[in-house]
């Protein structure tokens, strides 16, 4: 199992890393030096299982939804990647600023696709 976690989040300390079930049900992986710890040191699968998907560590304002409410069922398939982000101002300038952000982390092909047409 730890030889696993190695191999699925590349992270050293993933190797000694010990699981357990946290009282909102979610498995967490205790990892104190990891870019994506919280203040107790803890990684939470389901952010590790996403983190991998997309190639790159999680920011504070992206969350990771369990699609059928289980939080113990830590499948890609089952997961889906959330942002709470969004513009403090209301102004149409920081809305299309907000847009152009959005689109650059999430969909930057599709900026690509508009530059070359």
Sequence with gaps: MHYRRVALYDHPEALSAT?????GGYTALHIPNHPMANKGG????????????????????????????????????????????????????????????ILERYAPELLAKKASA
């Design 19 to 23: 699981g357990y079930i946290q009282s």
């Design 42 to 101: 803890n990684v939470y699968e389901h952010r590790l299982v996403m983190a991998e998907h997309l190639g790159r560590w999680l920011s504070a304002e992206e969350s990771v939804h369990h699609k059928n409410g289980n939080r113990k069922d830590n499948r890609l398939s089952n997961l889906e990647l959330w942002s709470k982000a969004q513009p403090a101002g209301q102004r149409v300038e920081d809305k299309v600023k907000y847009a152009k952000e």
